[in-house]
């Protein structure tokens, strides 16, 4: 009875090493063979199976080498007052000031002129009608939207372009001012922020 044992014992760790040798060598085979190229069977007849793939082979497959990801450069990393532009009142030309804070900007950036992403965002002061000042505050941020692709920035279509007129106000002014000391108070909301993240 013990020998008997042993048989079936050394016949099941035959079939078991058969299949799992002629799986890996048939690719995608329902049913395991042997050299011969007959169907294996196990002690009650039936054909031995496997599911076994080149795809789900756990020793063989090399680990996919990593894909390269690009070098990106965000523009929200220099300061705010960097890469924000100024305008004169009721203006949406960019002037001489306008210009160089923008050129001093593109020297921080460097070699990254493709843009991934970003907004340029227009503001108004105050002073004039609500739809008046969001058109104006949008006729600015377009100014240096076309300044950028002027100077050669890439892609620039990604990036979103709006003017929220007088609703971003940040200066505080005395109620009591001249007409032009209250130009010259609210000098900083006529502005333009830029925010943008390149692609190097």
Same mark, same amino acid.
């Given at each position: 009875?013990?020998?008997?044992?042993?048989?079936?014992?050394?016949?099941? =760790?035959?079939?078991?090493? &058969? !299949? !799992?040798? !002629?799986?890996?060598?048939?690719?995608?085979?329902?049913?395991?063979?042997?050299?011969? $190229?007959?169907? &294996?069977?196990?002690?009650?007849?039936?054909?031995?199976?496997?599911?076994?793939?080149? =795809? $789900?082979?756990?020793?063989?497959?090399?680990?996919?080498?990593?894909?390269?990801?690009?070098?990106?450069?965000? #523009?929200?990393?220099?300061?705010?007052? /960097?890469?924000?532009?100024?305008?004169?009142? $009721?203006?949406?030309? *960019?002037?001489? /000031?306008?210009?160089?804070? #923008?050129?001093?900007?593109?020297?921080?950036?460097?070699?990254?002129?493709?843009?991934?992403?970003?907004? #340029?965002?227009?503001?108004?002061? /105050?002073?004039?009608?609500?739809? %008046?000042?969001?058109?104006?505050?949008?006729?600015?941020?377009?100014?240096?939207?076309? %300044?950028?692709?002027?100077?050669?920035?890439?892609?620039?279509?990604?990036?979103?372009?709006?003017? *929220?007129?007088?609703?971003? !106000?940040?200066?505080?002014?005395?109620?009591? *001012?001249?007409?032009?000391?209250?130009?010259?108070?609210?000098?900083?909301?006529?502005?333009? /922020?830029?925010?943008?993240?390149?692609?190097?």
């Amino acid at each position: 009875m013990l020998i008997s044992v042993k048989r079936i014992v050394c016949a099941a =760790a035959f079939i078991l090493a &058969v !299949s !799992s040798a !002629s799986a890996h060598a048939n690719g995608q085979r329902d049913a395991v063979v042997d050299k011969r $190229n007959n169907p &294996v069977r196990d002690a009650r007849g039936d054909c031995v199976l496997t599911k076994w793939t080149e =795809a $789900n082979d756990m020793c063989d497959k090399k680990a996919a080498a990593p894909q390269p990801q690009p070098v990106q450069e965000k #523009i929200a990393a220099i300061t705010k007052a /960097e890469r924000t532009v100024l305008f004169d009142f $009721n203006k949406s030309e *960019l002037n001489t /000031e306008a210009m160089n804070k #923008i050129d001093d900007l593109l020297v921080k950036v460097g070699s990254a002129k493709e843009v991934v992403r970003g907004n #340029i965002v227009g503001y108004a002061d /105050e002073m004039g009608k609500d739809e %008046y000042n969001r058109a104006l505050s949008n006729r600015r941020a377009e100014s240096v939207k076309g %300044y950028l692709v002027a100077r050669g920035f890439k892609n620039i279509g990604v990036v979103e372009v709006r003017g *929220l007129g007088e609703s971003g !106000s940040i200066t505080h002014c005395a109620a009591n *001012l001249k007409r032009q000391a209250k130009i010259d108070c609210l000098r900083q909301d006529r502005r333009v /922020e830029i925010e943008l993240e390149m692609m190097q």
